[in-house]
């Protein structure tokens, strides 16, 4: 069983920066992809970024901005936001997939959630 812990969000401004934090409980394989996950109102969970085996994903709406990182020490991911946009608006979730898991784009292959933490971008 994974806990995921998630701290980070809050109000920030156009053109500025939050970086969440994902601290998970228990180990977590290097087999599994830790994303980043959001959820505007009205709109599906989709994935922001990742850590795959394979390497970093990202959405297009969010590359040269968004910057995924892990430290394996101290079992926690980040999300360092730059240049955040209104649009970048939701609530987000830490995830991990099982390991091997094949669709990591996909967030009904996510297997463990954080509780979400909500990321406002206004004036």
């Known amino acids: 069983q994974v806990q995921l812990v998630e701290s980070g969000g809050g109000l920030v401004q156009p053109g500025g920066s939050l970086r969440l934090s994902c601290t998970a409980s228990?180990?977590?394989?290097?087999?599994?992809?830790m994303g980043w996950l959001r959820q505007a109102p009205g709109k599906e969970r989709t994935l922001v970024a990742g850590?795959?085996?394979?390497?970093?994903i990202y959405a297009d709406s969010v590359k040269g901005r968004f910057t995924i990182s892990r430290d394996n020490w101290r079992n926690t991911a980040y999300l360092q936001m730059d240049n955040l946009k209104p649009e970048d608006t939701a609530v987000y979730f830490c995830?991990?997939?099982?390991?091997?898991?094949?669709?990591?784009?996909?967030?009904?292959?996510?297997?463990?959630w954080g509780q979400g933490t909500q990321v406002t971008v206004s004036s």
């Open positions: 850590i795959t085996r394979f390497g970093t």
């Open positions: 995830a991990v997939t099982p390991p091997f898991a094949g669709d990591y784009l996909s967030a009904d292959e996510y297997e463990y």
């Open positions: 228990g180990s977590i394989s290097s087999a599994v992809t």
